[in-house]
């Protein structure tokens, strides 16, 4: 009995090291990244940022929820067709009220863009990248 138990120690040990290693090897490849972060409040119907200008590059998006008492979202897409959503700027998560969630890393080329969120229903926003 007591070797079972060294046993199953050494394994919780084991798997708790490769655990670690792979959140240290997660956390490396979120700094290796050259996306640039976007931080985007919304409030009840609204983006506060009424309109963005970026360069062509790698982004985040990342979406706070402000006292908006549901759940809250992100749509991107370009100006000049607006049903073709640009999924990987989706939030990996609905946005409860006081949090934030991010997007996955988007690359922008120049052009025009419009955001806003279906969920708390805001108008259409500007994102130009020049």
Known sequence: MKKLIAIFI???GI???VDAQEKTMKDDKMMDT???VISLEQTEGMFTQKELTL???TYIFKIANKNVDHEVGFVLAPK???EAHIKSAYVTNPVVMGKD???KEV??????????CPLN?????TLTVK
């Open 10 to 12: 050494m394994t919780l």
């Open 15 to 17: 798997f708790s090291a």
């Open 34 to 36: 050259e996306a640039t």
């Open 121 to 125: 229903p805001t108008p259409h926003y």
């Open 101 to 103: 969630e991010t997007s």
């Open 107 to 116: 690359t922008l080329t120049k052009g025009k863009y419009i955001y806003y």
């Open 55 to 57: 360069k062509e590059g």
């Open 80 to 82: 000049d067709n607006p």
